[in-house]
């Protein structure tokens, strides 16, 4: 008791030490590490190429990882902000905000008992910082797929964020996209048009024949007419489930998509007209010949005086060529279902329990009673950045610049706590009994994740039970909440019969000594009627010494056992109570073999043996006490009264 009165003061000096050394160590720096707030851009203003690059900083996140959290905007509190970004770099000395919990949080990750809503407050705000671009310029997050098509080119389109979601971390090789029927999608695409370069060709051609034409010349000239987006969709396992106008932001909400989706696919149409001018000069030679008549020793003649002109013409030939392009992102992901029921019983002793069971085995994160009371699940959750959008990058006709992204999505992931199931009730009215489900290994997450998750094989979690006294009443409806924020559901109590006493016999049939193995006949029924169990059609187990034995319909066995210490000893567990009805009590019975005495014969024949063995000592003795004279040895009761 001296040692609990005392705890709070020490932890109460050791935190105002610690707060007291990383606030002085971080005075002095605290404004060199600020970070410029994220440009604020809409999306009716568009931003050209040489705008785009002139903000392209590394400053904020290094290749080896490291990552400055942006200023906080969007609406999101002071509070929460620090909270949602798991996975920054945890610095011992750094200060954070100034705050206590800016302080803490600056060292540490932050886990939540439920979803963050402000996840998606941050992300639709931040969405709108993706910058827009011009015609000469695209803009796009390092894992994109691009595509270049004639004159089209860089051109992509990618989920920036699905909401509501949570990525669960399930087991090392299996972790689930979940999503509600019901969202919505946010996603960015760029482009950008590259043409080709305009040509200029002389040829040089010798000057042609009269009557010839040659090409002296060509040119080739590039023009951009029209270029445009359309038909940006979004795809629920390849059928088109929403479509919005096309922007370089698209948010397309969804709704009521079939629960076996485990495809989201945006796709938007990217076109392009453009001019191509050919431009031809030719030179053509003339022939002009005048003929006079001469005369000459009275002899009329004629000559001809012939005069070569050359002409230069062009030709202009122009086309308008169209080229579209579809460019996709696809996303795999399992719509969550929230299918719970609930189960209560009452126990002979005057308790009684409650078990929530997750039907579709997906795993769920608390459930609700009226009163405010709420049992937790061992799942809980972290909020942490897309590493894939830390950067952009631009692309132009000249090459690529690298920049600090000025969007960055968030995403909340769920994870096996190690600390288990819990319950926030009165103190001693609630207390978790079992929590069942299949047996995972644990996750593995991010290094830079320091978050509480299991070390070692854990239960799932379909179902958890609670067991009260009295004091909450485990009856009328609870609001169950799952992994994905908005997913609740209200679910009635189904109460089951009290659970009733089972009486076991169990009769030895025979021994059989020399194979060490006992023969019994066994008898399962209910206490109060006497009728049969029938653990044929019910959950449910009689183990007699260790092995497994099946009772026939009348609720009878008879079975040959292996001997184990003094007892046979039998055992019946019924199986999950919140699985079963009638509900029914464990019970154990033991039947001891006789006590097998030895054969009289044997006990003589013993005996002698043991004097045969013995008399040469005791002569020894004898022989020994009467060479020395002592006479003190010999016999060996001697002295005795």
Request: aromatic share 6%.
């Amino acid at each position: 008791m001296r040692l609990q009165t005392r705890r709070p003061v020490i932890i109460g000096v050791v935190i105002l030490v610690i707060i007291s050394t990383l606030t002085a160590a971080g005075a002095g720096t605290a404004a060199q590490q600020s970070v410029p707030a994220p440009p604020t851009s809409s999306d009716s203003s568009a931003m050209s190429a040489s705008e785009v690059g002139s903000n392209a900083t590394d400053s904020g996140h290094d290749d080896d990882g490291n990552f400055s959290i942006p200023n906080r905007d969007h609406g999101v509190n002071a509070t929460m902000f620090p909270r949602l970004w798991s996975g920054d770099v945890d610095e011992a000395g750094a200060t954070g905000d100034g705050t206590i919990s800016g302080v803490v949080l600056s060292a540490t990750d932050y886990a939540f008992s439920r979803p963050p809503d402000a996840v998606e407050t941050w992300n639709a705000g931040d969405h709108q910082e993706f910058p827009r671009t011009d015609a000469n310029a695209s803009v796009y997050p390092p894992h994109a797929d691009l595509t270049d098509e004639r004159w089209i080119e860089d051109a992509y389109i990618e989920v920036f964020a699905i909401q509501p979601s949570t990525v669960a971390h399930i087991s090392p090789d299996d972790t689930r996209h979940y999503i509600r029927s019901s969202g919505q999608v946010l996603g960015t695409t760029d482009y950008r048009i590259g043409l080709p370069p305009d040509e200029h060709r002389d040829y040089d051609p010798p000057a042609p024949d009269p009557g010839e034409t040659v090409l002296e010349a060509e040119s080739v000239t590039w023009r951009l007419l029209e270029h445009e987006m359309s038909n940006v969709t979004l795809l629920a396992d390849g059928e088109p489930v929403a479509s919005t106008n096309p922007t370089h932001r698209p948010r397309l909400a969804f709704d009521a998509i079939p629960n076996s989706t485990d495809r989201l696919t945006l796709e938007v149409t990217i076109s392009a007209t453009v001019e191509k001018t050919t431009r031809k000069t030719y030179r053509t030679a003339t022939e002009d010949c005048d003929t006079q008549p001469t005369e000459a020793n009275n002899d009329t003649q004629s000559e001809t005086d012939c005069d070569v002109t050359y002409d230069t013409h062009q030709t202009s030939d122009v086309e308008v060529l169209s080229h579209e392009v579809t460019v996709r992102d696809t996303v795999d992901v399992d719509v969550y279902a929230l299918s719970p029921t609930a189960t209560r019983t009452t126990f002979t002793d005057g308790s009684s329990a409650l078990a929530v069971n997750q039907s579709t085995g997906d795993p769920w994160a608390l459930y609700r009673f009226p009163n405010g009371d709420t049992v937790h699940n061992l799942w809980h959750f972290y909020s942490a950045r897309n590493r894939h959008w830390d950067t952009l990058i631009q692309g132009t006709e000249t090459g690529t610049t690298r920049r600090q992204s000025d969007a960055i999505p968030l995403q909340v992931h769920a994870f096996p706590s190690d600390g288990g199931a819990y319950t926030r009730a009165g103190f001693g009215e609630l207390e978790v009994t079992q929590v069942w489900g299949s047996e995972r290994q644990p996750p593995t997450l991010h290094d830079s994740i320091t978050i509480p998750v299991v070390d070692g094989p854990y239960s799932s979690g379909a179902v958890v039970v609670v067991r009260s006294d009295g004091a909450v009443e485990l009856d009328g409806r609870v609001t169950v909440h799952g992994l994905v924020r908005g997913t609740q559901t209200q679910t009635a109590v189904r109460t089951t019969r009290t659970q009733q006493a089972t009486a076991l016999e169990m009769e030895l049939l025979g021994v059989n000594r020399s194979k060490g193995t006992a023969t019994v006949r066994l008898s399962l029924r209910e206490a109060a009627t006497d009728q049969p169990i029938d653990l044929r059609s019910r959950p449910g187990v009689v183990v007699v010494n260790g092995e497994a034995v099946e009772p026939n319909a009348s609720g009878t066995a008879v079975v040959t056992v292996p001997l184990a210490g003094r007892f046979v000893t039998a055992e019946y567990e019924p199986g999950p109570w919140w699985a079963t009805d009638p509900v029914y009590d464990s019970v154990r019975a033991s039947v001891a073999p006789p006590t097998e005495w030895p054969d009289p014969q044997r006990l003589l024949t013993a005996a002698f043996m043991v004097v045969l063995w013995l008399s040469p000592l005791l002569f020894g003795i004898y022989l020994i006490d009467r060479l020395l004279g002592k006479g003190r040895l010999w016999p060996p009761w001697r002295g005795v009264e």
